[in-house]
C-alpha cells in the first residue's frame, strides 16, 4: 500500500469535482511514483495528459 493523501504533486486534480476519490489516487500514486496510471475514464486520461502522468 502507497500513502497518497498528502502527496502535493496533484493539488489540482484534487480539488477537481468530476474525479472520483479513486481516480484522484490513481493519479496521486501514478505521479508521485514515476508510475503509469490505468484509468477507464476518458476525462481521466485527459487530467492524467495535463498534469504530465503517463497513462
Do not use: F, H, W
Not at 5 to 33: E, F, G, K, Y
Amino acid at each position: 500500500m502507497i500513502v497518497v493523501s498528502n502527496a502535493p504533486v496533484m493539488s489540482r486534480p484534487q480539488q477537481n469535482t468530476q474525479l472520483s476519490d479513486a481516480a484522484i489516487a490513481v493519479l496521486t500514486c501514478a505521479a508521485s511514483n514515476d508510475g503509469v496510471a490505468v484509468m477507464d475514464k476518458t476525462y481521466g486520461r485527459d487530467v492524467a495528459a495535463t498534469e504530465g502522468v503517463t497513462t
